[in-house]
């Protein structure tokens, strides 16, 4: 499966941004989905992840309460609902593909990133910034 994440761009602090994930030639609706982020100079974090049928969706302390993910199987598509952005959450935003051993859950140990997060496409920069 090859993913692709859009929605990124300038906003200011305390503003909002939603990203999508789409795939070309699967369903998205047939995996667990998580969303991971790279600012420069730092290792990729995971951000968000949701669990095949949008069950208990997982968040990494930095964001929770502040983001949102959800799925929209007709749209074959996954968003991202950033609220109250910060400058700290500037970043390359990726979506992936979870394939390890806790599917169809995501694994208890997120945002951990683990070889079983992959399939990312090109990602999209979220810049936060007055």
């Known amino acids: 499966v090859q993913l692709q994440a859009s929605g990124g761009g300038l906003v200011q602090p305390g503003g909002s941004l939603r990203l999508s994930c789409a795939a070309s030639?699967?369903?998205?609706?047939?995996?667990?989905i998580a969303w991971l982020r790279q600012a420069p100079g730092k290792e990729r974090e995971g951000v968000s992840c949701?669990?095949?049928?949008?069950?208990?969706?997982y968040y990494a302390d930095s964001v929770s309460g502040r983001f949102t993910i959800s799925r929209d199987n007709a749209k074959n598509t996954v968003y991202l609902q950033m609220n109250q952005l910060k400058p700290e959450d500037t970043a390359v935003y990726y979506c992936?593909?979870?394939?390890?051993?806790?599917?169809?859950?995501?694994?208890?140990?997120?945002?951990?990133?683990?070889?079983?997060?992959?399939?990312w496409g090109q990602g999209t920069l979220v810049t936060v910034s007055s």
């Open positions: 030639e699967s369903t998205l609706d047939s995996y667990v």
């Open positions: 992936a593909t979870y394939t390890g051993n806790w599917v169809p859950e995501c694994p208890p140990y997120f945002p951990r990133l683990t070889a079983e997060f992959g399939s």
């Open positions: 949701v669990a095949l049928g949008d069950n208990m969706p």
